[in-house]
């Protein structure tokens, strides 16, 4: 078998065009005041923190940012912010690595014996799964960097490259903890199936040992009880009150397990998940899924919508082995369908079916009523003083230590410690409403500890009147009545 790799010039251009459009959607959906401190302003804020040489304890969730997932990437992340603290890193390092996705993705389909244009073909195929254009969009999530890093792992098994193995697996892992699991089935896949012993073994052990470490050490010791993984738990309810019960059920109760995986939602979920790729499936193919089954697993027994959609993150970690599976099935001479273009637009009527390009002059444009307004008071907010303000908003303000959300349910106890109060009565952001914030406001203007700085639109941004001096006299906006 030919262990050298292929010039793989017909795809550069694709990985760059797709790069590009990722990085500008991202970027417009944040432009648009449409991102959200859940997820892009915990990371933004504890990554800003680590390049600040500060303890990353993010105010919006109250811990240390490992004990969130164990995810180190984020030090490594720190490294770009020390060149310049901007968030649309984040959007570039995101778009790129997605994109990136597809170069081993070319270099697996040549080696496993396809031709040129079946691999531009299976790399399209993976650029236009509309679950890679939709999580581009869903904020940052770390687990991307694992997209390309896993199939790199593949390649590398393939190519007996042990040290760059290594280094793959090693960068998986530290994504996120969960992805444990799945470094655990590819070992299993590549010891058992792909009689890649070393390189099976490795990825065996290492994801045993890594998540046995972060579970036990890493997420307890840096996180609280609410911290750690048992805050999931909530997710898989209908299963007992904690890990050992959930495994109890799991083992001796197995009508209430089924009964959760053979649901219209599920079977919803799943034709979402594989009808880009139905055509590529095959039972000669399938072994490569064995990867993909600690995510499909966890994701068919949650009781949690976001968990089956092609909208958020949870599914991703399922991509790159959908793709091997197609791969194994071309390989192998079967599938529905093996010419270039009817792949090629099998994969664009899926994108459009499904992708959330539309969000862009729906659901993203609500808000363009007070796009200018806002941006003129973010701008106002000139010191690294504490924020109290909406979760739409507080993405754009989390270079500080101390960034905290409206709430209806749970507000503030104490207004004093803020520095900033930012509202935006019109949209007032998750967890909050228009009568929440309207009483806030009013309240604000009473008491003497805040001063109006800034009205218009219904945005509303308030400063502690210490700091007055402190702001630019410079009218960005007239307070309007």
Known sequence: M??????????????????LILFGCSSLRHELFQSTAFDLGIFDQAIYLISQGQSPISSLIGFHILGDHAAWIFYVLALFYKIYPSVYWLFAIQAGALALAAL???HLARHAGLTTGQAMAIASVYLLYPLVFNINLFDFHPEVIAVPALLGAVLAARLERIGWFCLCIFLVLGCKAVLSLTVIALGVWLLVFEKKRRCGAIALASGIIWFVIATKIVIPFFGTQAASVER???????????????????????GLVLGQVFSLTNLGY???????????????GMLPLIGAFPTLLMNLLADYPLQKDLIHQYSLPAVPFLVLSIISTLATGQGWLRNKRNIILWSLVAFIALAKYGYFWSIYSDSLDTWQATRQAVALVQTKGPVLTTAEIAPHITHRPVVELTSAKLPPANLAKFDYIL?????????????FAANL?????????????????????????????????????????
């Open 270 to 284: 799943l034709l979402l998940l594989l009808a880009p790729v139905i055509w590529g499936l095959s039972l000669q």
């Open 104 to 106: 081993p993705i070319w």
């Open 232 to 254: 999931h738990i909530s997710r898989y309810a209908y299963l007992g009150n904690s890990f050992p019960e959930i495994a109890k059920n799991l083992l001796l109760n197995p």
């Open 441 to 481: 406001v009013n309240n604000l203007k009473k008491t003497q500890l805040f001063q109006l700085r800034y009205q218009q639109d219904g945005v509303y941004l308030f400063v502690k009147g210490v700091f007055r001096s402190s702001i630019s006299s410079t009218k960005v906006g007239m307070i309007k009545g």
């Open 2 to 19: 030919n262990k050298k790799l292929i010039s793989p010039n017909p795809v550069f251009w694709m990985i760059g065009v797709s790069a």
């Open 423 to 435: 509202l935006n009565l019109s949209h007032p952001g998750w967890q909050s409403d228009q009568e």
